[in-house]
């Protein structure tokens, strides 16, 4: 009996040894599982331009919207001749977490379209029959397809309807002016989103060169294009690193709208975490701004705004820093498709949103960057940037308030 007992010991002794083994390495295993499997979570999170946008779309599936509201601590800025301007919140703690950041691109009027009364060869429908939709865009899309979000005014209307009649648009006070429709074919939409351009407003003059079944056909065409639109009475809203940004797109040629704004800024601060403004209006031609339109910008920007974005006069107006808050009043022309010889010069203006760890603004950076609105001798309907430093630096130091022309 004993010396059964002797013989058994040693393998009862093994069995547990080798249970202890065991069970003290399944631990580290699963944990080194977890470990991993929120790797893959957070490499999963990580969402191309597109798939952000698409994201925001599925988040707003009643709207196609964006939204936003943050930017009212106390700020340092400062501006330099590059055409950055850095918006630092000093009320930020500062923390050693990587910053997430959002990229906003704007640009101006694009009209991509031939008016009605105007026939000539080489117009811009006749070029667009032609090309591929990525011709027209393609020497600055890199800029568009490496932001978050890209935005621009979508200046005519998009229609295949062949009832559609112009609109009355009456009789100018100068008889030297006459009154312009444009329309284009409606796949040309797709200009827009072949180039990397997320969304447009229609809150413009042209819009209802057609009446109000062109209107309707432009916002078709828009989502058949997958380009988002804003007008008024239609906020949209983009969301990236659980914050969200509002675009408003209006009309402003006078400051009586400032009310219908205003309520719409109210509106949008309850859904987002910061508010943009990108108004149409003013008088076309005009380097400076109107003083009626320096004061509404500067009440909206009172009113919570924070970033305003203009176009309308067809060429650059500067860029104002108020309370902080970026102001341009005008983008002037990026695709004109209104005649062979605008003026040709142009910007991109990119707005980086930097936030804290728990998605407050602690850093806001402006990027100028200089483009002609066509090269070569006549409008071939390409922006493209400037290269020449000479160049770049008098729309730079048009931009920055220290010019009277940036040409």
């Known amino acids: 009996m004993k010396k059964n007992i002797i013989v058994i010991l040693p393998i009862i002794l093994s069995v547990i040894t080798v249970a202890i083994f065991f069970n003290l390495s399944v631990k580290p295993m699963d944990t080194a599982t977890n470990v991993l499997g929120q790797k893959e979570t957070m490499s999963q999170n990580k969402n191309s331009k597109k798939n952000t946008i698409g994201n925001a779309t599925q988040n707003n599936s009643n709207s196609k919207s964006i939204g936003s509201n943050t930017g009212n601590s106390s700020d340092e800025s400062k501006s330099s001749s590059s055409g950055q301007t850095t918006t630092k919140d000093s009320s930020t703690v500062a923390t050693t977490a990587p910053a997430n950041t959002i990229k906003l691109s704007f640009v101006g009027d694009c009209l991509c379209a031939t008016d009605e009364n105007t026939s000539y060869e080489n117009c811009f429908n006749d070029v667009a ?25 979508c200046e005519n209307v998009y229609s295949d309807s062949k009832k559609l009649k112009v609109s009355d648009k009456g009789q100018y006070a100068d008889p030297n002016v006459r009154a312009f429709w444009f329309k284009s074919p409606a796949k040309n939409a797709k200009i827009l989103s072949a180039g990397g351009i997320d969304m447009v407003s229609i809150s413009n003059n042209h819009i209802n060169d057609y009446g109000l079944e062109g209107h309707e056909d432009t916002r078709k065409a828009l989502d058949a294009a997958n380009v988002k639109w804003g007008e008024e009475g239609k906020i949209v809203y983009f969301e990236k690193h659980n914050f969200k940004i509002a675009v408003i797109c209006v009309s402003m040629y006078g400051d009586y709208v400032l009310p219908t704004i205003q309520s719409a800024l109210k509106k949008a601060e309850k859904k987002s975490d910061f508010q943009i403004i990108y108004f149409h209006g003013g008088t076309e031609g005009l380097h400076e701004p109107e003083s009626w339109k320096v004061n509404a910008c500067h009440t909206l920007i009172d009113s919570g705004a924070d970033l305003i974005i203009g176009d309308h006069p067809h060429v650059l107006q500067p860029l104002e820093k108020y309370k902080n808050k970026t102001i341009i009043y005008s983008m002037g022309n990026f695709i004109f498709g209104g005649n062979r010889h605008p003026e040709n010069r142009t910007i991109i203006y990119q707005h980086t949103i930097t936030l804290t760890s728990n998605n407050k603004v602690s850093k806001e950076t402006g990027d100028i960057i200089p483009c002609y609105v066509y090269t070569g001798d006549t409008n071939n309907w390409q922006p493209a940037p400037i290269k020449d430093k000479a160049t770049k630096k008098k729309v730079l130091s048009f931009m920055n308030g220290k010019r009277k022309s940036p040409l």
């Open 129 to 153: 029959k032609a090309k591929n939709p990525s011709y027209f865009l393609e020497k600055v899309n890199s800029y568009f397809l490496n932001d978050d979000f890209t935005i621009a005014d």
